[in-house]
């Protein structure tokens, strides 16, 4: 089944949701159910009802029943007024709103309701004359479709959660229940994803986060905005010292910016332009008004811009891990998924027209071979503009990066797909995106072709000709958000980190005190062991158990922790000049001259 196949399945099964809870329901009143990824949605206000999953057999019943009457899909259109009437006679309020908007333009709905519910309803930029219904069986549902031929034609399912929601997202609406399902051509395929849930559920970085003592939330702090405590900071240190480490192996500068600007820098830029709710400000004694930067490319021009260049200097290459903030809904932060502080490995690269190939083939490398290193697969999308006005710069110059962005891929040999709308607004991107132990996949490195920052700030450089030229800007970050990878490795990983990377290394279990001058000795060898892969002078983090606890005990403690070795010593490691290493592979026996040598081993 292809992806438009299984779309109208999913869609189709929203519409048999919603007519099996008017069965259970018949004062149920309606939202928009759109597809969404593996499944559907649909939002419903039953008033004082209650849907708990104690309901889904239920409903799962009834939308069997359904299934097996065999009903047709069947399509018909209404004059919008006429469609007005019905929603009314119907005491579809939510509907009659849509279709009043619609009414007026269909660009209003655009605009209130996010893309995946657009496929509920009519759309254009003009008002709406006629719109079109479905019916299957005894149920009507204004949509645009598309919807298989019969009930019978769809796959399997499965009801999963239901969870509030504001009508139209504005928590000044009706707040309504949004019944979620999951939908697969098999039922194969069904349980495999089934299956995976349940196995996220185990993997779940903020479960995992407080087990592990990776990182706190407070409500005092806020929403949004992480603590990282003393184990989730080495953990986030050393993944960036990974990352950055391959821009410095070739040749990139560390530079140190504010984490705050003046709000002129973000006019010129274009951010305050396209989004001015992104900016915070807060007003100097001086009469200056500041904004907390949501984004770190401005500053870095300036630091170029600072003095004279020349094109014997280019490529500059800047190198920075800092934070920008941006205030992401309430609802919307999770964890470390969606925060309000971002953490970037940034750098941005000006250079001239006949280095970008070089630069983006560096960081393509780069890319390549961190993510290998982590173990997560990349693929590849390439991020351009849609035609919305969400961008700056000329479309002669949009056209141009996009054009360079798709040859060095084709160049490069890499399979990609494209992105329309999610280019950044000043030019096209590359973005990697990464697949975990789940199947899920998740944007995170990104390389963007930038011609409008230079122009806006009026960078230049002497050229050799002695005239003045135009940088290109390169920027990137191979993590993307330190904390949005941190929730992808948490859960890809299970929180079972790579020894480089562990917070707590190792760990030295004792059978007894009898060994304690041994364990001294196995102390001092881990001391002297200084690991310099992935990353340089990565000495080794480990503690000591020599509690008057059970071996056991120490051990299921130490699993529990997720520590990647465990050294047991008792009185017959003593005697033979030994170490029990205990590792998720199994234990063996590494006598004590040959330990510094087993941490240095690939």
């Given at each position: 089944m292809n992806e438009e196949q299984l779309h109208a399945m999913r869609h189709s099964l929203a519409h048999i949701t919603a007519a099996s809870v008017k069965r259970i329901w018949p004062e149920a009143k309606f939202g928009v159910g759109p597809v969404v990824e593996n499944g559907f949605y649909y939002d419903i206000d039953l008033g004082e009802v209650k849907i708990s999953e104690a309901n889904f057999g239920k409903i799962e019943k009834t939308m069997r029943r359904i299934i097996s009457e065999s009903q047709d899909f069947e399509r018909f259109t209404m004059p919008i007024d006429q469609a007005i009437n019905w929603a009314k006679e119907n005491g579809q309020p939510y509907k009659e709103e849509l279709l009043n908007d619609?009414?007026?333009?269909?660009?209003?709905?655009?605009?209130?309701?996010?893309?995946?519910?657009?496929?509920?309803?009519?759309?254009?930029?003009?008002?709406?004359?006629?719109?079109?219904?479905?019916?299957?069986?005894?149920?009507?549902?204004?949509?645009?479709?598309?919807?298989?031929?019969?009930?019978?034609?769809?796959?399997?399912?499965?009801?999963?959660?239901?969870?509030?929601?504001?009508?139209?997202?504005?928590?000044?609406?009706?707040?309504?229940?949004?019944?979620?399902?999951?939908?697969?051509?098999?039922q194969e395929e069904l349980d495999l994803h089934l299956e995976r849930l349940e196995q996220a559920k185990l993997r779940d970085h903020r479960k995992l986060?407080?087990?592990?003592?990776?990182?706190?939330?407070?409500?005092?702090?806020?929403?949004?905005?992480?603590?990282?405590?003393?184990?989730?900071?080495?953990?986030?240190?050393?993944?960036?010292?990974?990352?950055?480490?391959?821009?410095?192996?070739?040749?990139?500068?560390?530079?140190?910016?504010p984490h705050i600007a003046n709000l002129e820098t973000y006019k010129v830029s274009g951010h305050f332009e396209k989004f001015p709710d992104l900016l915070h400000f807060t007003?100097?004694?001086?009469?200056?008004?500041?904004?907390?930067?949501?984004?770190?490319?401005?500053?870095?021009?300036?630091?170029?811009?600072?003095?004279?260049?020349?094109?014997?200097?280019?490529?500059?290459?800047?190198?920075?891990?800092?934070?920008?903030?941006?205030?992401?809904?309430?609802?919307?932060?999770?964890?470390?998924?969606?925060?309000?502080?971002?953490?970037?490995?940034?750098?941005?690269?000006?250079?001239?027209?006949?280095?970008?190939?070089?630069?983006?083939?560096?960081?393509?490398?780069?890319?390549?071979?961190?993510?290998?290193?982590?173990?997560l697969k990349l693929s590849l999308r390439l991020s351009f503009r849609d035609e919305s006005d969400s961008y700056i710069g000329e479309q002669e110059t949009w056209n141009r990066a996009e054009a360079s962005i798709q040859k060095l891929a084709e160049k490069f040999e890499l399979e990609h797909e494209i992105g329309l709308g999610e280019a950044a607004i000043y030019g096209p991107k590359m973005?990697?995106?990464?697949?975990?132990?789940?199947?899920?996949?998740?944007?995170?490195?990104?390389?963007?072709?930038?011609?409008?920052?230079?122009?806006?700030?009026?960078?230049?450089?002497?050229?050799?000709?002695g005239g003045k030229q135009r940088p290109v800007m390169v920027h990137c970050a191979l993590l993307g958000s330190i904390e949005r990878f941190l929730s992808i490795y948490i859960e890809h990983t299970a929180g079972?980190?790579?020894?480089?990377?562990?917070?707590?290394?190792?760990?030295?279990?004792?059978?007894?005190?009898?060994?304690?001058?041994y364990?001294?000795?196995?102390?001092?060898?881990?001391?002297?062991?200084?690991?310099?892969?992935?990353?340089?002078?990565?000495?080794?983090?480990y503690t000591r158990d020599d509690r008057n606890e059970s071996l056991g005990k120490k051990i299921r403690e130490a699993t529990a922790w997720?520590?990647?070795?465990?050294?047991i010593v008792g009185p017959k490691d003593v005697e033979g000049r030994e170490v029990s290493v205990r590792t998720q592979s199994g234990e063996e026996k590494v006598a004590l001259d040959q330990l510094a040598n087993y941490f240095q081993a690939p």
């Open positions: 619609l009414k007026r333009s269909g660009t209003t709905v655009a605009k209130d309701l996010d893309k995946d519910e657009l496929g509920t309803i009519a759309e254009g930029d003009a008002a709406v004359e006629e719109v079109s219904f479905y019916k299957n069986g005894d149920f009507v549902d204004l949509c645009r479709g598309p919807h298989v031929a019969n009930t019978k034609e769809v796959g399997a399912f499965k009801l999963l959660r239901v969870a509030g929601a504001y009508w139209r997202g504005n928590e000044n609406n009706a707040q309504m229940q949004r019944l979620y399902g999951v939908a697969f051509a098999t986060g407080k087990e592990l003592d990776i990182y706190a939330t407070s409500t005092l702090i806020g929403a949004g905005l992480p603590l990282f405590t003393p184990r989730g900071t080495v953990l986030r240190d050393k993944i960036n010292d990974l990352a950055q480490s391959y821009r410095l192996a070739r040749g990139y500068e560390k530079v140190w910016i007003s100097m004694e001086s009469g200056d008004e500041l904004a907390l930067k949501p984004v770190n490319c401005p500053h870095h021009t300036q630091i170029f811009a600072s003095r004279p260049r020349s094109y014997r200097e280019l490529p500059l290459k800047y190198l920075e891990t800092t934070t920008v903030y941006r205030d992401e809904k309430s609802g919307e932060l999770g964890g470390l998924n969606r925060v309000r502080s971002i953490t970037q490995d940034d750098s941005h690269v000006f250079c001239t027209e006949e280095q970008v190939e070089t630069i983006f083939a560096e960081l393509i490398e780069s890319a390549q071979d961190l993510y290998k290193l982590v173990d973005d990697f995106m990464a697949t975990d132990a789940l199947g899920r996949k998740f944007q995170l490195a990104t390389v963007q072709l930038d011609y409008m920052m230079p122009e806006r700030f009026g960078l230049e450089y002497t050229a050799e000709d079972w980190f790579p020894f480089w990377a562990a917070p707590e290394q190792v760990r030295i279990l004792t059978i007894n005190d009898t060994v304690l001058e364990v001294a000795e196995i102390e001092a060898i881990l001391d002297g062991v200084v690991l310099m892969k992935p990353i340089k002078y990565n000495e080794i983090r997720k520590i990647p070795v465990q050294l």
